[in-house]
């Protein structure tokens, strides 16, 4: 994890334009962006709007309008729709009570739902793929630490982070979590510590994301998991596999995810993914992942409405923060 600026807040500018000359600019932006090629990756959330509003050509809700609206905005003959970000976090649910030749055929429901409610813009993947994917993959662990991830998030749901905790008792609470998770041999730096920590740092997206329950049977850990892979799978893994595709010809320029979960939107922000180094393993491949972080973001409990830590007091628990993390910083000019 990186540190961001000295400041620990984004800086932000303002400029003074002519409203109907901002206008035109933003529109004219709008469409450049909307011209480059680029594949969508979709979550659960999304295709769930998308198969919603194919049976009844009808909103629900404010929010499903909005949801459907953006998809609709999507529908270039350029652009790709990939179902692979969906696929991999279904596959990934410990907890489904599907059967394989059952999921299969719920994979068949999402992904005819994409080719129906896109006209224009095409699904990246092949019928023929999902389906291995999911008869595959069904119910398996994609990477060697998943048992260790879903464990941690067990954990951290049983320390009653459900509750708001104390403000005495916080950093203890992290201490505690980064144990466990050097206990079960993940890194402090990972996002499945990260998240949890948020929660104990008031994050309010962290907490939606995570759903802890009081009850430890009421809590579903590959759910939450699902979500906060969404991070380094889509925005690290798959969106630079495109970008760098792109860069040596490929056909795709960008990469981007979309998903209908407000918490989760919100959450990615937080993230920025600074490089992807992957390793050739005789078992598979390791990827190392380096994000920089949103800490005010994140961590607000500790900042006030400047965006800097509140007090001496805070600034020293940020401080001691970033060491338990195993945050890096940069070398000062």
């Known amino acids: 994890m990186t540190k961001p600026a000295s400041q620990l807040s984004k800086i932000t500018m303002q400029i003074s334009i002519p409203r109907d000359q901002a206008e035109a600019s933003i529109t004219t932006m709008q469409r450049r962006m909307l011209m480059v090629p680029t594949v969508y990756f979709l979550d659960i959330c999304s295709i769930s709007h998308i198969k919603t509003y194919l049976a009844t050509k009808n909103f629900k809700d404010n929010h499903h309008a909005e ?36 999921f299969v055929t719920e994979a068949r429901r999402d992904w ?50 459900h509750n708001k905790i104390a403000e005495g008792k916080r950093f203890k609470m992290a201490q505690v979590l980064c144990s466990k998770a050097l206990e079960l041999g993940i890194i402090t730096s990972h996002p499945v510590v990260l998240v949890p920590i948020a929660c104990v740092y008031g994050c309010e997206d962290a907490k939606r994301v995570m759903k802890f329950a009081g ?81 005010p973001g994140l961590y607000p409990d500790l900042f006030g409405s400047d965006l800097k830590p509140k007090d001496e007091k805070n600034q020293k628990e940020l401080d001691e923060l970033y060491k338990l993390l195993g945050a890096e910083f940069p070398d000062e000019p």
């Not at 999911?134 to 982070?161: R, V």
């Open 67 to 102: 949801s459907i609206q953006a998809l609709q905005g999507l529908d270039l003959s350029y652009n790709k729709i990939s179902y692979l970000a969906a696929l991999m976090e279904k596959v990934s649910d410990q907890r489904s009570k599907f059967s394989v030749s059952e």
């Open 112 to 161: 005819d739902a994409i080719g129906s409610f896109f006209e224009q813009a095409s699904t990246l993947e092949p019928w023929n793929f999902v389906a291995e994917v999911a008869t595959n993959l069904f119910g398996t662990h994609l990477e060697q630490s998943m048992p260790a991830y879903l464990a941690f998030l067990q954990f951290a749901n049983d320390q009653g982070l």
């Open 215 to 295: 009850k430890p049977e009421n809590f579903n850990p590959s759910n939450a998991l699902g979500d906060i892979q969404t991070i380094s799978r889509v925005t690290g893994m798959m969106t630079n596999f495109v970008q760098q595709a792109g860069a040596n010809g490929g056909p795709f320029k960008n990469a981007k995810f979309i998903t209908a979960d407000s918490p989760l939107y919100n959450m990615l922000r937080y993230f920025t993914m600074q490089s992807v180094i992957t390793t050739e393993m005789p078992d598979g491949a390791a990827r190392e992942f380096k994000v920089s972080v949103d800490a």
